[in-house]
């Protein structure tokens, strides 16, 4: 991850305090200067939480970061996972779970489901389709029913699963889509 997926990492909850010194180092490795983030760069998750964030905040300060917000900071992460599924095909499954366990849980998401309005699962980021053929590889990872392609051996039908998601992960970065 780069500096910016480090940052949007820590927003969504995903890291404590003590990996600040890690975040401050991949700034250090992007270029980024400054003098808090060469002390923060230098310190270790062993060292005072309350010093490791001081630096932290004025290392955002002299660098004039403003933290994104939670739904930006899905976006950006969201953005990481599916490139790196188009990148990995043979990762998808494994990283649709980060996308799961580090994005969409990451978001307390309202209860605004009725009977009028029916919702699925990642609706509100754009996950749906891909949450489609996740529910399917969870399913053939377990042993449980499958849905689609019964015609096909059970390994085959893995592999057009995992096709499926990282087509629907391709269509995700192709519609360029933002959600707030």
């Known amino acids: 991850m780069n500096f910016q997926q ?8 995903n890291r404590t305090i003590s990996q600040h010194p890690d975040i401050a180092l991949t700034g250090m490795n992007e270029q980024l200067e400054s003098e808090s983030l060469s002390i923060l760069a230098g310190m270790n998750e062993r060292d005072n939480s309350f010093e490791l964030e001081q630096y932290f905040r004025q290392m955002l300060s002299e660098l ?7 739904m930006e900071a899905a976006n950006i992460l969201l953005n990481h996972f599916m490139t790196r599924m188009i990148a990995e095909p043979t990762c998808a499954f494994e990283l649709m779970t980060k996308i799961q366990n ?3 849980y990451a978001i307390k998401w309202p209860e605004t489901r009725s009977e009028n309005t029916k919702k699925y699962v990642g609706q509100e980021l ?13 399913d053939f ?11 096909l051996p059970r390994d085959e039908q893995k592999m057009k699963f995992e096709e499926h998601l990282v087509e629907e992960a391709q269509n995700w970065l ?5 959600y707030t």
Not at 64 to 70: C, D, G, M, R, W
Not at 126 to 138: A, C, N, P
Not at 141 to 151: A, T
């Open 141 to 151: 990872k377990d042993g449980s029913r499958l849905f689609y392609y019964n015609e």
């Open 64 to 70: 004039q970061i403003e933290l994104p917000t939670k």
């Open 6 to 13: 480090k940052l949007a990492d820590f927003v969504l909850g």
């Open 102 to 104: 580090h994005v969409y």
């Open 174 to 178: 192709n519609a360029g889509k933002t």
């Open 126 to 138: 754009g996950l749906e389709h891909l949450y489609t053929w996740y529910r399917e590889l969870q």
